[in-house]
Nanobody, 126 residues
């Protein structure tokens, strides 16, 4: 049974930083592609960024240059470093694990490509 647990969310002033963590249990993240998504009230869940199986990262235009995704396979953990936060970054953030090995596919930005999800962590920027 695969479980993803996010942490690190909270309230921060605009311009501040947060680092989200996502610990995976029940399966080694190994070379699986993984992603961070966010959902604001009344809006659909959208990709923040993904890291594919050869560790190429792709980001939404809205966060490029401010957010960084990384992974520590030894710790089975995915990270999202968020800098220069803006009010519009306020949302619930979810990490997700994909179906296995994949690289170079734009479809990896779609939530439909992910099979395991965390419960989410709230980020509020004021």
């Amino acid at each position: 049974h695969v479980q993803l647990v996010e942490s690190g969310g909270g309230s921060v002033q605009a311009g501040g930083s947060l680092r989200l963590s996502c610990v995976v249990s029940g399966s080694a993240i190994g070379s699986s592609y993984m992603g961070w998504f966010r959902q604001a009230p009344g809006l659909e869940r959208v990709a923040v960024g993904v890291i594919d199986s050869i560790e190429i990262t792709t980001y939404a235009d809205s966060v490029k240059g401010r957010f960084t995704i990384s992974r520590d396979n030894a710790r089975n953990t995915l990270y999202l470093q968020m800098n220069s936060l803006k009010v519009e970054d306020t949302a619930t953030y979810y990490c997700a694990a994909g179906r296995g090995w994949a690289s170079g596919r734009s479809q990896l930005l779609s939530p439909l490509e992910y099979v395991h999800w965390g419960q989410g962590t709230q980020v509020t920027v004021s």
